[in-house]
């Protein structure tokens, strides 16, 4: 087959395979076609297609074929994570900020703590941190990874537990959303490199100077021109941001959330559109950077760990959380276990980390085994204490 023929064909079976996986086994009460479509991604990875059918990995994969398919990741998740930032609801956050403000703190933080002694001890064993990363680097890495929570996804699980227009849904998508303004605050942190530190801040203040003009202007245009103004400033803020060493993802996140949803008609559709068309093909590439030269013990033994960290971590902050705000234990319980989706935000999160080789494609691989198991225990766990919780709070 010439490159065109594989790719296509490449492009057939990642979009059947989760498919007919998602429908004939009925996975949908503990796994949504999201998380299908990420584990067969992993399957279709080097450190178990190409380990177990080496041929046939060289004939679906080859290295033109991987760069085709990496250049329309990269752009469907800019596409996501701007949309990602769009749907944060800072307004709502900051009229609630000291209800809000705490529950975020506590939900975040008990996690991050679990998830960076977690990372200490993968920073002992040695082989795990990326050969650019400093130790406060790594851990701080690790530690966020495990405080994620995917707001995208948290709004689908809303949808479908009939939370999303309650008071209750509404409040649990504010915890989220400053939770991850401050995951891509720490990420940019992460990422500052001093000997870029003048083009960094540069972007920055050229970003909100540019940011102040984008707002005022928009809303006045035609709503048939302003995805197409709001497309050309998320380019232009991935692009800046890759520039000053800053990763374009957190270029596109900045973006999305110096914009109101309100503005951009059929955002909500949009972001629909670009999970089913786009997105699967990032979760393929993601796939292919997913590796087990560790062996598949100790990466396993590692995504273990830090799942222990990142649930158990977010249900301490929840339940303590309620304790001081005076939330009902199932409430309680029932926030902790709806935060635990981590899918796409933090394999995100992890491609970015992975890329500037703060970690290893072992720890990618764990981080994205954590980010799998813990979405998948949000819906039945959450389940279990829906009807306990009085949800129209």
Not at 123 to 140: K, N
Request: glycine share 8%.
């Amino acid at each position: 087959m010439n490159t065109t023929e594989t790719l296509l064909a490449a492009l057939l079976v990642v979009f059947t395979l989760p498919w007919l996986a998602w429908r004939l086994g009925r996975t949908e009460r503990w796994a949504p076609l999201v998380v299908v479509q990420i584990v067969t991604g992993i399957l279709l990875g080097p450190g178990l297609l190409g380990a177990a059918f080496p041929h046939l990995y060289a004939i679906l994969f080859p290295n033109p074929v991987v760069q085709a398919l990496n250049g329309i990741a990269w752009w469907a998740v800019i596409l996501f994570v701007f949309l990602a930032g769009l749907e944060l609801d800072l307004k709502s956050a900051w009229r609630d900020r000291l209800h809000s403000g705490t529950a975020a703190a506590l939900a975040l933080g008990a996690p991050l703590v679990g998830g960076a002694l977690a990372g200490a001890w993968l920073w002992q064993a040695g082989g795990w941190a990326g050969p650019a990363a400093a130790r406060w680097q790594f851990l701080a890495g690790i530690g966020m990874a495990c405080a994620v929570t995917a707001l995208p996804i948290l709004v689908l699980f809303l949808e479908r537990l009939a939370l999303l227009r309650q008071p209750l849904g509404q409040r649990i998508l504010r915890y989220a959303s400053l939770d991850d303004l401050a995951v891509w605050a720490v990420l940019a942190l992460i990422l500052a490199d001093w000997a870029r530190l003048s083009k960094q801040a540069a972007f920055l203040v050229g970003f909100i100077a540019l940011a102040s003009f984008v707002r005022r202007q928009l809303p006045r245009l035609a709503e048939a021109d302003r995805w197409y103004a709001a497309l050309v400033w998320l380019i232009t803020c991935a692009l800046a941001a890759d520039w000053a060493g800053l990763h374009f993802m957190v270029g596109a996140f900045l973006a999305g959330a110096a914009l109101e949803q309100d503005w951009l008609p059929q955002a909500e559709a949009v972001r629909r559109h670009v999970l089913l068309l786009l997105m699967p093909v990032f979760f393929l590439s993601t796939g292919l950077r997913t590796e087990w030269g560790l062996g598949g013990e100790a990466v396993f033994m590692a995504a273990a760990m830090l799942l222990l960290a990142a649930v158990g971590g977010k249900l301490a902050g929840t339940l303590v959380a309620g304790r001081l705000l005076g939330w009902p234990r199932h409430e309680s319980w029932l926030i902790g276990w709806l935060l635990q989706t981590k899918a796409l935000i933090m394999i995100i999160f992890a491609n970015v980390l992975l890329d500037r080789a703060l970690i290893s494609a072992d720890t990618f691989t764990a981080l994205v085994l954590m980010a799998v198991a813990s979405t998948m225990l949000a819906i039945p766990m959450a389940q279990r204490h829906l009807g306990k919780a009085g949800a129209p709070r």
